[in-house]
């Protein structure tokens, strides 16, 4: 067990300690990885596929109509298994991209630890807000979860996010592997400091943020 891994597990012990209701915190389910098999790979796939076609192809009339009757057709049979947050696969399967998840851009995460995490993020049609760039609102999303990422990888408690600024420096690209790195750059007390930056291949700085992530108390959602 490295160093790291033994201060999470400290931290997490004395958490616990202080408030047994740990994962409790205004319901927080406790996650835990999902193996759905390996249909719900390719239905994520399919899925993501479909989002950029939904924003960006151009069929007749016709065909629209036919697509929706297939859309209605798979929210048919998916309603009856419905179920409540941690119990669905979603954003429960690392292996996938995005964690399984059809929230976030398909991501890999290459670093995890206390010192920083890392991982790739790939934006596509789906995500582009004018002139073929990512939209900008979808940059806060993609820093945010990676605050969180940073948070568990320090081995801090549950925590919401205060606030979060971005600052957009280069148009972002689509269809581009994508380096992010988030880091905690200060923690007091309750407040955990924390910064993140988005890269191109070539290192271009596409934008970069900073945020304040605040502790839990006991029962507090």
Known sequence: M????????QRT??????????????????????????????????????????????????????????????VTMLAPFEAAEGVGPANRVPSLPGAGSLLMAPYHVTKFDAEAVELTVRFSRF????NYAVHG??????FDSVFGMV???????????????????????????LTV??????AEGRKAFVNAELRDPDGTLCAESHGLMVRLLPGQP
Not at 2 to 9: C, F, M, V, W, Y
Not at 127 to 130: A, P
Not at 137 to 142: E, I, Q, S, Y
């Open 2 to 9: 490295s160093g790291d891994e033994r201060l999470r597990q």
């Open 13 to 74: 012990g004395n958490e616990r300690e202080l408030d047994p209701d740990y994962y409790k915190h205004g319901g927080f389910p406790k996650f835990e990885v999902a193996q759905p098999g390996e249909g719900f790979g390719r239905f994520l796939t399919a899925m993501r596929r479909a989002q950029d076609l939904a924003v960006s192809a151009n069929p007749d009339p016709d065909t629209w109509s036919a697509a929706a009757d297939r859309v209605e057709e798979l």
């Open 127 to 130: 995500h582009v807000g004018g």
């Open 137 to 142: 609102g979808v940059l806060p999303l993609m």
């Open 151 to 177: 948070i568990h990888a320090t081995g801090r408690p549950i925590s919401r996010t205060a606030f979060l600024h971005v600052d957009y420096r280069n148009v972002t690209p689509i269809d581009t592997d």
């Open 181 to 186: 790195r988030g880091w905690l750059r200060e």
